[in-house]
């Protein structure tokens, strides 16, 4: 049996680019990307859902019309499979564009945000301060948890913090 290569950094950047380079609507694009990201293949599941979270972080909304999905994935995807699992919450957040889709999500970050694991607490951390920029009810919840990152002892949700909080502060102005 063999085994796939890992997906680094510079292949999701690459795939990044080529979706991106698709001239819009992209349609074609999109579907098949949502049909890697529902695929049974872990792998292609993963790498899918980085890609999702990569194009919604240059263009928010580009996946808008599938927010509802990624807002149900992230309790269906099974805990063993975190990566896939926090890359969807972070294009969910940036998909949700209305305020029921955003506040369907808060439960399911906030969970996030318990997780034993770093990475998953890190992009959580992230995905409630977008859902907090759009929604003022949950940006002063979401400046208490960034401030308290801010000085935690794990470089990543230091880093996020230090990220999030500028954009999170604008939104309060």
Known sequence: ??????????????????FLLVPPPRRAAIRELMKEILSPDLFTRRCAADLARRVSAREPGILSRYADLLIDLITEIPLDQWQARGYIALAAANNAITRRQ????????????????????????????ILAIAEAELRDEAMLLL??????????????????????AAAMK
């Open 102 to 129: 955003r506040m369907s999500l808060v439960v399911p970050v906030r969970a996030l945000l318990e997780d034993e694991r770093i990475a998953i607490r890190a992009i959580s951390l992230e995905a409630f301060a």
């Open 1 to 18: 049996m063999a085994t796939q290569r890992s997906w680094k950094d510079a292949d999701g950047d690459a795939a990044m680019r080529e």
């Open 147 to 168: 401030e308290s990152a801010r000085h935690d002892k794990t470089p990543a949700l230091r880093s996020r913090a230090r990220r999030m909080i500028p954009q999170l």
